[in-house]
């Protein structure tokens, strides 16, 4: 499906979600909010015509030269997307649990093994470099609150 | 007392701690801006965190010194791959990358290094004496008059950004409203919080920023990963340029260097437009339009004096009215507000020596670019090698950690992940995220100041025409939405149309 329209109908459903859960405010604390929600509905409806008139011209004036705006993106590379999106959430996912000195270098390691960005022994350094320098600049140097192996507290 | 903040500011730009933050920002800006496809924004955006436990002071001249280093950090790869490091440095490839296959790769390197040392510190001067000015004029708004130039600030970036206004309109608003998630300051209500506890005191724009700016990338790299750079130009030859092809091209630099600044100014408009408008001006002015494209140093100056003046312009709506000229300034706009210092007249007032040191960073980190820029070029050809995936990983594990550390809490990360996903959704729709997130970062100011204003009008909205001011501004903020509007399109073209009118 269009990007453009699933931003767009995603807006009008999320302005729709605030315009329900205005009511028994008061109007003072929905002033400027009401004003957006009726904006965004307006410029979402707005976008999507916009969409679907862009398309019909274009299937109106197949094969003639289009502008910078109009070229087309490269496709999805939705296994890649898939597996790294996944990589990623799996990441957040067991932060709090297994700490950050275990499941970043694991998170790291694995991508570049498996994408074999690069060979299992230079993953290994790779991943443990990078670990290092994050937990030296965010943890050590800045203090920053981390879990790092929640399982020794 | 604007001269003891400029005193105050030089004095603590100069202590050891913030030189060395100016220093370390400068070369992970060469660094970042060099790899290709990182943007300068994103890499402001992945170390805002670092700030969170260092003076405010320090932290904005370590990402103002990165901002001014990772746009001359661009022209490495665009030079030496023909792959713009940051889209700043598209027009650099023109006629930077001839020159490399010539074997004029350090001179190039040279000229881009030179002109981007003019056009920052010509910038910086011009936000010094500019942003005192502008910053008297807003003393005399209220309530009123703020309402009315986030309005129009809002508008104008949704304007003028690349590609559909409505699309940029759409952003923007959306910014707005997530904006208008949290408490209430006027009522003490709590506002679209869906009972969660975590959006009590509102969206994290942090997370957001971390979020847009940088897993849309991360992805993008992924996707792009199989996909490997090679160098093709190597560097054989002297790197700076002589005293007479640098005094011949100063004319150039100049120029493009006044361009850059008025650019940066205009909100909405950055380091890409202002570059290929200097190369343009460049070719215009140049006696041999014919060199253009094959390897003319002024085609490598103009880009790149123009994207670095950009820095300071776009830096003066953001210090003196509180409005980012580009969503880079408004991560550093982001960097003053995680210390609790609101856009807004009192930038200049109550925050000024913060502020002018961040003015003084921004000239300052010109020098450390350009003495790392010769130290790293070799160092650089080694970063633009560096495996995509590695970049993307080490990106979404920046993120992570960087978006959990601003309240220690998962709620956060998770909030970062789901605007990475937007601004990836966003970016194959071709939506622009700079305006979602320069509303999000204005949407406090222009809430509480309609609340003061309808206060001050006894409720009427009638109080915005009262102000020839506000007024003025309200009707500009118009104007710029008119003028994207395919009415004004055609007001335009019919006077075009007449003669052929006319003569049939």
Known sequence: MNSTIVIGAASIALALLFRSRAHGLPADAVRLPSLLIWIVIGLAVLMIAEELLKRRKARQAAGASQSAEDEPLAPINWPVLGAFGAGALAYIALIPYAGYLVVTPVYLICGLWFSKTLSPAKAVAVGAVITAVIWGVFIWLLQLPIPLLPALN | ?504
């Open chain 2, 1 to 504: 007392m604007e001269n003891t903040f400029i005193a105050t500011g030089l004095l603590n730009a100069f202590t050891p701690t913030n030189l060395m933050f100016i220093v370390l920002g400068s070369a992970i800006g060469i660094v970042v801006g060099a790899l290709p496809g990182l943007s300068a924004t994103m890499a402001l955006a992945l170390l805002l965190p670092l700030t969170f436990s260092l003076p405010p002071e320090t932290g904005l001249c370590m990402l103002a010194s990165l901002y001014v280093s990772a746009m001359y950090g661009g022209s490495v790869a665009a030079i030496l791959l023909r792959t713009p490091g940051t889209p700043a440095a598209a027009a650099t490839v023109v006629d930077g990358f001839p020159m490399g296959a010539r074997g004029e790769a350090g001179r190039a390197l040279g000229i881009s290094l030179s002109a981007s040392l003019v056009g920052g510190i010509l910038s910086g001067i011009a936000l010094l004496l500019a942003a005192p000015l502008l910053g008297k004029l807003v003393l005399l708004f209220g309530p009123v008059e703020l309402f009315a130039i986030a309005v129009l600030g809002i508008t104008m970036i949704a304007t003028l950004t690349k590609g559909s206004p409505i699309k940029g309109l759409l952003s923007g608003a959306l910014g707005l409203l997530l904006a208008m998630v949290g408490m209430d300051a006027t009522t003490g209500t709590a506002r679209f919080t869906f009972d969660n506890i975590n959006l009590y005191s509102g969206i994290p724009f942090t997370a957001a920023l971390i979020g847009v700016f940088s897993i849309p990338q991360a992805l993008s790299l992924a996707e792009q990963s199989r996909v490997k750079e090679e160098v093709a130009n190597r560097i054989n030859d002297r790197i700076l340029p002589r005293l007479r092809e640098f005094l011949q091209l100063l004319p150039n630099i100049v120029r493009s260097s006044g361009i850059g600044i008025v650019t940066g100014v205009i909100p909405g408009t950055g380091g890409d437009t202002a570059s290929w408008f200097a190369y343009n001006e460049a070719k215009r002015f140049a006696k041999d339009k014919s060199q253009f494209g094959k390897g003319d140093p002024a085609g490598v100056a103009a880009p790149e004096a123009a994207n670095n003046a950009v820095v300071g312009g776009a830096l003066v709506p953001t210090i003196a009215l509180g409005i980012p000229g580009s969503s880079s300034a408004a991560v550093l706009l982001g960097g003053l507000m995680v210390h609790g210092i609101l856009p807004g007249p009192t930038l200049l007032t109550e925050y000024g020596e913060v502020t002018y040191t961040l003015i003084w960073a921004v000239i300052l980190s010109n020098v450390p670019m350009f003495l790392l820029g010769l130290a790293l070029m070799r160092v650089c050809i080694c970063v633009t090698l560096v495996p995509k995936m590695v970049v993307a990983l080490a990106i979404v594990a920046l993120s992570v950690v960087g978006s959990f550390a601003i309240n220690n809490n998962l709620f956060d990360v998770w909030l970062m992940a789901g605007f990475g996903v937007l601004g990836y959704i966003f970016d194959r729709a071709r939506i622009p995220a700079a305006p979602m997130v320069i509303g999000l970062v204005l949407g406090f100011l222009l809430d509480s100041s309609l609340a003061q204003s309808l206060l001050m009008g006894f409720g009427s909205w009638s109080v915005f025409a009262k102000s020839p001011i506000a007024l003025g501004l309200l009707l500009l903020a118009l104007l710029s939405v008119l003028q994207a509007t395919p009415l004004f399109r055609l007001l335009r073209r019919r006077p075009e149309r007449r003669p052929g009118v006319q003569s049939l």
